[in-house]
């Protein structure tokens, strides 16, 4: 996720842009950069110094002109073209007349790049968002006034964005729009904002409105005006902000990790975008493995640790059923340890969030070492396990802060699910017309984990009633066990309370003996080709005196005869349950938390990344 910044009517407007950029840091990002403009003459500078860029961008900007009165800021997480000075925003068009800065992600740059180089237009950087760029110098180039510019480029692209343009030939104004990534407008006297977030304008606006999905609106100093995607005037609606400047980084939310419990959608949307190409084969954005190669893959190995080892047992799942391949899921700490085989023909797969994980990072040397052609599966571009990796596939999820992961765990099982169906197109072990039902049914999901997310109350009761409980057990079979794991970590990590994640069918081989009246059983519930055996199962544990909380899909109406607690979540492909049924689980284990008292984004003795063995 990136950051965006704008100001139009400002005497100081690099100071304004420059402590708004430091306020949005939390978001995480890799480069920076601010145009500023005055009467006829764009100026830019741009950093890649990782999360010492806006520091950097301080130091770049000491030639910058004082009498501008308007420019924009962003700072950006990588997502197509690597961290450098180059890809950073900024970018301007062929004539260097106008300046563009977005947040998201352009399903079809490509296509529309192509069409523009074949017109003569000149790309200076690998990203989607240059392509921007162009489209709006293509509208000036008709004779569109800036507003109606921008919104022609907007009919014309797929995907999420909020992008921000300016043109030295009108100094004085900044043209906005979004579609899906967050955009508000600030307004003081003599003086319009723009943000991505509130925290970067928070001390300097006094009344906040929103820009909803397909609004431009256009800045000037004595304020602005906005219009649908038909060009239809609208009125945008004005946020009521009563946070500190603390809580405004939060989102208006008590801690960050409820915040990025509601930033999933936008973690699985993203993470799915811009992978399909006009022939309807998945692509990835680093895979230096040509194909050739994955269909000669005979056997993948999957290396991971705590909440990406549960992501990669769910990807086990996948694989297998849909490549057909063998797959194995290795704790990577132990990986290296066991003296492990790679034959010829072998994947490696390494997952990790801040692609930082010593162990993740150990367990692909070992097996780069041993043959094994290597792809990593991450959230931050050009970590330590990118570099390492013959491939990479990034999860787009954001920047993570609070300790326990959420989010990442909803991009990682949506981006290995897609390379599991990648593997499946180049094998030939699914028909194309099953393969598009699936990358339809992973679509479905954003809107799905949003449906889920806005049962929340429900959560909260069960959490309420349950919260004097010492011991808890989640169970779950196929890609409902390690779900159940899943859940069991993060119930763990923030409550302190004991609790284990079990395959459902295990029960009678040692965990029973601990069940007793007081003890919580969690299960996951909403596969109906397994529904049967679960519920023999949730009696084992009913008739033992637990308590039983059961995750069911809406239209199950057989498991309540053996729960106590009914949790419900729409109905998916069982395949892609993981990223809806692990919802309430996380919810749960933050009520909970919170009713104990617990510091939900700093639990004790953990720390957000592991970097020693």
């Known amino acids: 996720m990136c950051g965006i910044i704008g100001v139009v009517g400002d005497a100081d407007p690099l100071t304004t842009l420059l402590a708004g950029l430091t306020r949005l840091e939390y978001r995480g990002y890799d480069s920076a950069g601010v145009a500023l403009v005055r009467p006829g003459e764009m100026w830019r500078a741009r950093t890649a110094e990782g999360t010492e860029s806006v520091s ?66 000149v790309f200076t950087s690998v990203t989607d968002s240059e392509v921007l760029a162009h489209l709006v110098e293509e509208g000036r180039r008709a004779g569109l006034e800036l507003l109606e510019a921008l919104r022609a480029t907007i009919q014309a692209v797929r995907g999420a964005f909020a992008v921000a343009v300016m ?106 975008l811009d992978r399909r190409r006009l022939d309807g084969t998945i692509a990835f954005d680093e895979m230096r493995v040509d194909d050739d190669e994955l269909r000669a893959v ?49 994947l490696v797969i390494g997952v990790s969030q801040s692609g ?93 984990v949003e449906r889920t997310l806005a049962r929340r109350a429900q959560v909260e009761e069960v959490a309420t009633a349950l919260v004097g409980a010492r011991d808890f057990f989640f169970l779950g079979r196929h890609v409902g066990f390690p779900t159940a794991l899943e859940g069991a970590l993060k119930f763990k990590e923030i409550t302190y309370r004991h609790a284990e994640g079990y395959p459902a069918g295990e029960l009678k081989h040692g965990p029973l003996a601990l069940i007793e009246p007081g003890v919580v059983v969690v299960a996951i ?50 395949m892609f349950t993981p990223v809806v049924d692990v919802i309430p689980l996380q919810l749960l284990a933050y009520a909970t938390a919170r009713l104990l008292g617990r510091n939900v984004d700093r639990p004790r003795n953990l720390a957000k990344t592991v970097t020693v063995e």
């Not at 544990?541 to 239209?555: C, E, L, M, P």
């Open 56 to 121: 950097a961008l301080k130091l770049a900007c000491a030639d910058a002109p004082t009498d501008a009165r308007s420019g924009i800021g962003h700072t950006r997480w990588a997502t197509h073209g690597a961290p450098e000075a180059v890809n950073a925003h900024p970018h301007v068009d062929c004539s260097g007349t106008v300046a563009i800065i977005h947040n998201g992600i352009i399903e079809n740059h490509r296509e529309l790049a192509d069409d523009l180089r074949a017109r003569g237009h």
């Open 167 to 272: 043109d030295a030939t009108e100094p004085d104004v900044i043209v906005a729009a979004r579609r899906v990534s967050p955009l508000v407008v600030g307004v003081a006297p003599g003086v319009t904002y723009l943000a991505s977030d509130v925290p970067a304008i928070l001390d300097r606006a006094r009344v906040f409105y929103a820009v909803n999905d397909d609004e431009i609106v256009r800045l000037a100093p004595e304020g602005f005006r906005a219009v649908d995607l038909d060009g239809a005037p609208v009125r945008l609606r004005q946020l009521s902000i009563d946070w500190d400047l603390e809580t405004a980084e939060k989102g208006g939310h008590d801690d960050f990790m409820i915040k990025e419990i509601l930033e999933e959608p936008g973690a699985v949307r993203a993470t799915l």
């Open 298 to 346: 005979r056997r993948v190995v999957l290396v991971a640790a705590g909440t990406s080892h549960h992501a990669a047992q769910v990807a086990k799942y996948a694989i297998e059923r849909w490549a057909r391949l063998s797959v194995e899921v290795d704790i990577a700490s132990e990986y290296r340890y066991r003296d492990p085989i790679v034959e010829i023909g072998t």
């Open 356 to 448: 930082e994980t010593i162990d993740t990072i150990q367990a692909v040397r070992e097996a780069h070492g041993r043959g094994a052609r290597v792809v990593a599966v991450t959230n931050v571009v050009d970590s330590s396990l990118a570099r390492e990796a013959d491939a990479v596939v990034y999860t787009r999820a954001g920047l993570e802060i609070s300790v326990a992961s959420t989010k990442a765990f909803v991009a990682q099982v949506a981006a290995l699910e897609l390379l599991a169906l990648r593997l499946a197109q180049l094998r030939g072990t699914l028909e194309p017309d099953e393969v598009d039902a699936l990358v339809r049914g992973l679509g479905a999901l954003p809107a799905l």
């Open 525 to 574: 519930a909403t596969d109906p080709t397994l529904r049967e055996k679960l519920l023999s199962n949730l009696a084992e544990v009913k008739a033992r005196g637990a308590t039983v909380v059961a995750i069911v899909s809406d239209d199950d109406e057989v498991t309540e005869a053996v729960a106590d607690y009914l949790v419900r979540v729409p109905v998916t492909e069982p």
